[in-house]
């Protein structure tokens, strides 16, 4: 699996994209559940994948829905795996979407992989010239 070269700013979701695949919970345990969620694996095609891009020479951005308070946890988390990645934006749940593509249009992405449908629909709707990728597709 590989991501377009001409891509130069690849955006990821972290859990459920880099992270291993979870159930989808309830918005409200997220806050409780997050110091839990460091203890996942990574998802190994999506790492091996982004592992090439950033080796090519891309620049990997992680926005997540996890709430800012939990930014350190996710770069320990990051670190522990060992994977790539030049910026990470923790968001928070609220607005998500909104949110993602303000991101993505201020550090001016190119390519978007979230496992979240609802995520994938509104930036394809509101930022068409970006792609946007489901990472179970991918793998």
């Given amino acids: 699996m590989r991501i377009n070269s001409k891509v130069g700013i690849l955006g990821l979701d972290l859990d ?11 918005w409200w345990c997220s806050g409780f559940l997050s110091p839990f969620l460091t203890i996942l694996p990574p998802n190994k095609p999506i790492l091996k994948m982004i592992r090439e891009f950033k080796k090519s020479g891309g620049k990997i951005i992680i926005i997540s829905s996890r709430h800012r308070f939990f930014t350190k946890l996710s770069k320990l988390w990051l670190r522990r795996y060992k994977v790539p990645y030049d910026k990470i934006r923790c968001v928070g749940f609220i607005d998500r979407s909104r949110r993602k593509l303000q ?23 509101n930022e068409p010239s970006i792609e946007i990728l489901n990472p179970f597709i991918m793998v």
């Fill in 16 to 26: 459920n994209t880099v992270t291993f695949r979870i159930k989808l919970l309830p």
């Fill in 103 to 125: 991101v993505i249009q201020t550090e001016k992405i190119n390519c978007f992989i979230d496992d979240d449908k609802v995520t994938r629909n509104f930036l394809k709707e």
